[in-house]
Nanobody, 126 residues
Framework: QVQLVESGGGLVHAGGSLRLSCAASGRTVSTDVMAWFRQAPGKEREFVAAIRGSVGFTYYADSVKGRFTISRDNARNTVYLQMNSLKPEDTAVYYC???????????????????WGQGTQVTVPS
């Protein structure tokens, strides 16, 4: 089992930037798919971005493409989400998730991940 701890959330005005971090412990996640999801009040948890460890392939939701960038530092067992040009609709709790690539069938599906962090709040006032 892997433990995931997110950090870097906060309040930022529209157009601003934040960088979220997700530190993994318990085992290396260098070959896992690491993903970010978010959940706004009253809404279901939704996919934001993912990165495949061994080759660095990245996946993005259409709503964040061109504004958010996912990256990883395998030496630090950490994944990042750089969020630029933030909008009020980006307000949510952001969760980090991990799953072995070999088991995944859909990197965008919440149900595919069994390791989750506690979440970090991102607020962009309107």
């Amino acid at each position: 089992q892997v433990q995931l701890v997110e950090s870097g959330g906060g309040l930022v005005h529209a157009g601003g930037s934040l960088r979220l971090s997700c530190a993994a412990s318990g085992r290396t996640v260098s070959t896992d798919v690491m993903a970010w999801f978010r959940q706004a009040p009253g809404k279901e948890r939704e996919f934001v971005a993912a990165i495949r460890g061994s080759v660095g392939f990245t996946y993005y939701a259409d709503s964040v493409k061109g504004r958010f960038t996912i990256s990883r530092d395998n030496a630090r067992n950490t994944v990042y989400l750089q969020m630029n040009s933030l909008k009020p609709e980006d307000t949510a709790v952001y969760y980090c998730a991990a799953a072995p690539w070999a088991r995944l069938q859909n990197v965008r599906a919440v149900t595919e991940y069994d390791n989750w962090g506690q979440g970090t709040q991102v607020t962009v006032p309107s």
